[in-house]
């Protein structure tokens, strides 16, 4: 079957204990949440906001009405409608678990939902209409954008538990995939009836789990594997090693992925911001010489991307730049204690050589934690914009990049999406990453493209814009 396509994917249980959109915590739910469910309106791989599973979309007033047609069927062949998108977007609401964007923040105030199965006055639906209603009409400019985001996924109505709002399983679902069969060593998906499934898109994915003693770029030098995702990094060294392959064909993105040091709440009660600093010194500068950094990894100093959205007047960069070379440690008041991913061992080792660290191995993923269980420091990766991006901000108020509990995260949305002029929105999220970085909340470290590569005929499409892989861009060129 030439168009069955095999891809290395973490899908062990630590890595993805649920797919719900609801509750992203780490990239490979955010990749198969991606592929599962589909959205009300989605970016294109220009980055512009197209209509999703709805067929089109319009203002009256301060409503946003979504028609539908029978654009997506699931696999037993029901059609994803305004009541399967209604009942997803009140679920949000009463979990109040969003990873990006709080839809509380646009809608009519709602006060408790008794049953999500049931309209309420900001999420309704009438005549085969989704009707949503904002409770201040300044708002618009920003809904439409938000709700591109992975996380209002619209799950079919029948696969949400009425007991505990759960998912009850991946076999129906809206996006162009769902899932067939499953092992731990495997997942088949096959393709849904979808508007995103393309002559050229795989009929059958075979997602082979990295956790059996390969990674992913070993299954593929091994033919083991078709495709490798933006899930995994390419570094010089594996470069080396997949350019013989004679019809390998590698994609990648401007630099969005971001590598970075994020401190715990108790750390930064515990270490002074001139500590935290320094810590962020010691990890660039141990991981400049011995760290598998990714292909074409460069030194930044900044959390946002170069040309994008909130990215520093270059006085404050100088600004920081001084801080970070001036940082002093001074006298300790103990270790930093640091997650160390057993899965990960033989990249984190050479994290052993930084003394102030107490290493504590866990494959626990710090996200998954409440924040005052978690330990002082961690390493990790996420993707920064290119744009305007309340979805990317509200990401990092959930995740504690700013530094900002709940409740400050909130007020500084509001008052972001209060502005009207994006000159002032812009100072004002300048000011913000300003404000992280001189206290060394989170210290940015590296910034690289994210890649993907295909061999055995394949070829992957990536948006430079965003991290994400799309299984129905990759093509088997056969066809």
Known sequence: MPHTVRIAFDISENSTPNIDPASIRSISQGILSDNLYSRLVEFDLSGQIQAGITSKFYWHKNSLIFEFTDKVKTASGKVIDAEDAAISLRRLLKLGSNTHIDLKLFLCEIQSIDDVFKDCEAVKVENQKLILTLKDENLKPFLVPALASID??????????????SILSLSETSG??????????????????HYGIKATSPKEIHLININQGKGGWDLFVDNEVDVVSTLHTLTDEIHKKITVIPDIKISKTMDLKLFFIKFSPKALLDFSESQRLWMGNKFQSLMSKEYPLPLEAK?????????????????????????????????????????????????????????????????????????????DVFMGTTDTAYEESLALLGYNFTQGSFGLNAEEGSRWMKKFMSLESSRERIALTQQLHFDMLKRGVTIPLFKAPYTAAARNGFSVKLSPLFATTHFSEISYDGL
């Open 152 to 165: 209002f996924g619209i799950i079919p109505k029948q696969q949400i538990s009425r007991d505990d709002l």
């Open 176 to 193: 162009t995939y769902f899932l067939h069969q499953k092992t731990i060593n495997k997942w088949v998906l096959k393709p849904n009836t």
């Open 299 to 375: 030194l930044t100093s900044q959390f946002f991307l170069d040309v994008g959205f909130g990215h520093l007047t270059p006085e404050q960069e100088e600004y920081i730049k001084d801080l970070r070379k001036n940082a002093n440690p001074g006298r300790l008041p103990r270790k930093f204690t640091f997650y160390f991913y057993n899965s990960l061992s033989q990249t984190f080792n050479v994290f052993r050589k930084i003394e102030e660290l107490e290493i504590k191995e866990t494959d626990l993923f710090p996200f998954m934690q409440p924040p005052e269980e978690r330990l």
